[in-house]
């Protein structure tokens, strides 16, 4: 489905590319749980993101100005958007590069994007509010993300894991 971004694998990955966790962790009903929640969450977030696009088109068409702040926005949040999903697909299939990347970024980007938000003038009403729910659909990753179960299903590489973490060649 992602196909076209699999070579964002080696660049996102780094040296752990091909680090897995074990099909024990991976295939646990906890973490099959987490990753169809976190799913859905993204899903969340792609309507949020396409409904900030359309109410852009919108108010274009209707003769409205639109500022280049919430085009950017709108169409960078979307990008990024489908990329975490990927990330959520790969983590789900047991990379621990993927599982590490959608935590960081579901940590950060709620503050940035909460931090812009606050930026006076910058966007429309609209879409102050649309990156407010963009965020707390982000803290809801994260927090799915770090829950005991989900930092011992993914264990860094290098530390003493359990005996299930594989290496994937």
Do not use: C
Not at 47 to 52: D, E, I
Not at 132 to 146: N, P, Q
């Amino acid at each position: 489905m992602f196909e076209f971004l699999r070579p964002l694998d080696r660049f996102a990955a780094g040296r752990s590319v091909h680090y897995r966790v074990g099909d024990h962790l991976r295939d646990h009903p906890s973490t099959r749980r987490t990753f169809r929640g976190i799913r859905w969450i993204l899903a969340a977030e792609i309507v949020v993101g396409l409904t900030a696009v359309v109410i852009a088109v919108v108010l274009s068409v209707n003769q409205v100005e639109v500022q280049w702040a919430v085009w950017f926005r709108s169409v960078a949040v979307l990008g990024i958007t489908v990329t975490l999903y990927y990330f959520a697909t790969r983590a789900a299939e047991g990379y621990y590069w993927a599982y590490s990347r959608l935590r960081l970024f579901s940590r950060i980007f709620p503050i940035v994007t909460l931090v812009i938000a606050t930026i006076p003038g910058l966007y429309p009403f609209w879409m102050t509010i649309e990156q407010i729910i963009f965020s707390l659909l982000m803290i809801g990753i994260g927090d799915l993300l770090t829950t005991d179960h989900m930092r011992d299903a993914f264990p860094k590489p290098g530390r003493a894991a359990p005996p299930e973490v594989t290496e994937a060649h």
